[in-house]
């Protein structure tokens, strides 16, 4: 069968893989619905070193075809979700609730493909009861990663009811960080864009304000708009360096900065985060810790975050999902098999 | 009258001053004790420039000498303290708890003297009921500065009962924050130490390990001391990068470590602390925020924490006070006019 592999920046092939069982703890999932996440496009573009041809793709959701001899909580035929990152849910690290830093924790990276191995099946996968009705797949498609990570997001700004939220980066992570810190009660919602389409996606999603401007012109917006204090939460969803401290600027002393993608070049200053006073928290999402949740929000319809899928394509046709989202043609590209 | 003022690096000098009513929400107090702080040694040393000579101290508590017209809650002849950072307690930042970071803060600087202008004299200043005995003067002058920025570490830090915290820096306010971390209900506080004198103190305050390694090896001890989980809570109390980065690398996924010292040439790389899954909050002590709290504490005799002072002078004798600190013959160097 085939699978999706990077092969060097801007060089996307679909050719031959074959997921099997290997560990008696692992599964194989067929998969329902997958995609390109902007993660994708650092070694795509050529910003992240790949030591070889590397297959893709750690978002998925689908259903069981076999399970290892050691698996008992899953079973063959069920729809299941998992996280990006693999976790065994028993470790100190699970219990504390950072299942994305599981002692026994590997990165999924071959989802973009009709089959999926999973490893640790038990403690990574979760079960939905009954097979999901078809027009809600994209939706709980985004509970893997993207949905996740913008909850954290919020999650790690400790977003309160009530609170000023600016959300730097208007990628699918940021827009999806808007509509989680509409759930979890914000009052204003400030979206950095630039980009109509994302500006309206922001909107449908929760935000009360747009602001186009970026550093620190951005910052001295943010600051007009609070009356001169700055935000309580601001959810950082680039990763770069010029997004960490516009986001640091953003915030008001005692606030909180949360960081959700994987920085790259950043370096911050301990004395301007000294006088900043702001708190600073992020990382992998432990997306396996707000699955059972996520997942219930999407089954109730209270949320729609498969709305920033505004790009679907047979599976085959990876390729152009890249090149679709490295040209800002699409937010976020759904894959088919 | 004389106060004391630093010329140059290791020139310390008790010379004329002149503390007097400036603003009509000035007090001006009589000094009861005062103290050199650990921050004060960065210039001594010359590691912080400084322009021209720059009158020193900022630990203090005594009798309200005056008040200026506009001063409504204290009187002459209570007996007060104060932050070592001014706050109007009004603000927006000080309402979020943060009055350090008041909109009108300015930072003491002149404490080190028999008199001392205190600005913003009804947000700056707590007044106890009655004069204090004078053996709990040395106690009380802690709360200041020195306890109130051990305790904003551990709380910063999230010290919650039956924690494992690790104190990064046995100088006084490392020493202070194992009092803090013991106070909050710490099963298990390990002080990082290789000086006797300190170590001793340290298990006074309620520390359970001392680990006299740095760096690395530091790090490797506490790993092997939590069976490679890593502490839930770090107070880092130097302000140095090397031990910044002791300090997250030896804090768990999801753990807290908080930074309570001025950080000098400290950079943090935006990956590792990313994947450290730590959360980060420090800067200047909200003392105010605590200060009816921890003087409540020393009155009722619950905490000493004026056993950190190992050296009393008169305050003429300054110089011999920053010397002493310098040199490490001291821990703490109290000053009585």
Chains 1, 2 share one sequence.
């Not at 069968?1 to 679909?14: A, E």
């Not at 619905?33 to 070889?52: F, H, K, M």
């Not at 498609?141 to 790690?156: H, I, K, P």
């Not at 949360?258 to 301007?272: D, T």
Request: charge should be negative.
């Amino acid at each position: 069968m085939k699978g999706t592999v990077l092969h060097s920046p801007g060089d996307v092939r679909f050719e031959t893989v074959d997921p099997r069982i290997e560990a008696p703890t692992d599964a194989v999932i067929r998969i329902a619905a997958t995609c390109v996440c902007g993660s994708d496009l650092w070694p795509y573009r050529g910003l992240q070193p790949i030591e070889g041809p590397t297959p893709m793709g750690h978002e998925y959701c689908g259903y069981v075809e076999e399970v290892g001899s050691d698996v008992t909580s899953i079973e063959k035929g069920q729809f299941v979700i998992g996280s990006f990152a693999t976790s065994d849910n028993t470790c100190p690290y699970c219990t504390f609730g950072y299942p994305s830093s599981c002692a026994q924790r590997e990165f999924i990276s071959r989802a973009q493909a009709p089959f999926l191995r999973v490893p640790l099946a038990d403690g990574t996968l979760v079960a939905t009861r009954e097979a999901p009705p078809e027009d809600m797949l994209a939706s709980l498609l985004t509970t893997s990663d993207v949905l996740g990570t913008g909850w954290f997001a919020a999650d790690a700004a400790h977003v309160e009811p009530g609170a000023t939220v600016v959300v730097v980066g208007d990628g699918a992570v940021g827009l999806l960080g808007v509509l989680s810190a509409k759930q979890m009660g914000a009052e204003r919602i400030i979206a950095m864009s630039r980009h109509e389409s994302r500006q309206e996606l922001a909107r449908t999603f929760g935000a009360t304000d747009i602001v186009p401007e970026r550093g620190d012109e951005g910052v001295e917006r943010i600051r007009d708009m609070t009356k001169g204090i700055g935000a309580d939460s601001v959810l950082e969803c680039v990763g770069t360096n010029e997004s960490m401290m516009q986001a640091i600027r953003s915030t008001r002393p005692g606030g909180h900065v949360s960081f959700v993608g994987v920085p790259h070049g950043v370096e911050l200053a301990g004395e301007e985060l000294f006088f900043s006073h702001v708190h600073l928290h992020g990382g992998p999402a432990p997306v396996r810790r707000y699955l059972p949740n996520l997942i219930q929000l999407v089954l109730d319809g209270a949320i729609d975050p498969g709305k920033v899928f505004d790009l679907t394509l047979p599976l085959e046709q990876v390729a152009e999902g890249y090149r679709a989202m490295d040209e800002r043609r699409a937010i976020k590209a759904l894959l088919q098999p």
